[in-house]
């Protein structure tokens, strides 16, 4: 990733973040953390993965609420950020701690065999 688009994806978590912590008022939406931004090269388009505590159900709810929500989002964070397009968003769950948590279960088995 080039140092334009890591600075992009950087600004872009940071006003997500903001955003659906203090200003999006959704009850369906869950405690969420956004974890990574990948734009594209072209910046048309930017995959925003989130983390949601709860059970599959919330998670799933969550992401369909912020995919639901994602014009108010972009229109929002458009009147923020200094930049003369915006990427279109697209929210996507980031199974990357569920699975450090399977591999972490994994080592402990094989601690409690030997």
């Known amino acids: 990733m080039s140092n334009r688009l890591a600075r992009v994806a950087s600004e872009l978590?940071?006003?997500?973040?903001?955003l659906i912590l203090y200003e999006l008022k959704?009850?369906?939406?869950?405690?969420?953390?956004?974890?990574?931004v990948e734009p594209t090269a072209d910046l048309q388009f930017a995959k925003v993965?989130?983390?949601?505590?709860?059970?599959?159900?919330?998670?799933?709810?969550?992401?369909d609420c912020l995919n639901r929500a994602k014009g108010y989002i972009h229109k929002t964070v458009t009147g923020r950020m200094r930049m003369r397009a915006l990427p279109a968003f697209s929210f996507h769950f980031d199974k990357?701690?569920?699975?450090?948590?399977?591999?972490?279960?994994?080592?402990?088995?094989?601690?409690?065999?030997?």
């Open 13 to 18: 978590q940071k006003e997500l973040s903001q």
């Open 26 to 36: 959704d009850p369906r939406i869950g405690f969420i953390t956004i974890t990574k």
């Open 49 to 63: 993965f989130v983390s949601v505590l709860g059970d599959k159900k919330k998670q799933k709810e969550s992401i």
């Open 96 to 114: 990357t701690i569920e699975e450090q948590i399977r591999i972490e279960e994994l080592f402990d088995k094989i601690k409690q065999q030997d």
